[in-house]
């Protein structure tokens, strides 16, 4: 497992979403990532018995409303000082799918780390790869349409 540098500005800024803005049971939980431009960017899960978003996915939204499309690396922070908090099995699936190279930050205060979205995920299933075969199926199936065919009368 390959390990990066840890940007500890971002763990600091998910710390400080979560001491601030995580209140009661409905959000407890805070995310923080650097866009590929440099510029942070937070948000705080949505927690609902019928499985409201984490942070991470949460993020993934906020990041796209402010036009940035490509994260270089996240980290989640728990509230009630939990510290740095590892994505989730359906996060790190959707992470992968969203930004295969990301960089995530893990582990506990001593041994914080930042590894490779796909070192969380070993051997996992790529949905880029399905939608390439899906569209690839679909055209052996249904070829273009030729610039004459249905102008027959």
Not at 104 to 127: H, K, N
Request: proline share 5%.
């Amino acid at each position: 497992m390959q390990t990066d540098l840890v940007d500890h500005e971002l763990i600091q800024a998910a710390a400080h979403v979560a001491r601030t803005r995580c209140r009661g049971d409905n959000h407890t939980m805070a995310a923080a990532a650097r866009a590929r431009d440099g510029r942070i960017v937070t948000a705080v899960n949505a927690y609902h018995f019928t499985g409201g978003p984490c942070a991470e996915l949460v993020l993934i939204g906020t990041a796209a409303s402010q036009g940035a499309y490509e994260l270089e690396t996240i980290v989640a922070v728990g509230d009630r000082d939990r510290g740095v908090v590892p994505p989730c099995g359906r996060c790190r699936q959707v992470l992968l799918d969203y930004f295969p190279a990301l960089k995530v930050i893990v582990g506990g205060e001593d041994r914080v780390r930042t590894v490779a979205i796909t070192d969380l995920l070993p051997e996992s299933y790529v949905w880029a790869d399905h939608q390439l075969d899906a569209e690839q199926d679909t055209a052996r199936r249904d070829p273009a349409p030729s610039a004459d065919r249905g102008n027959d009368a």
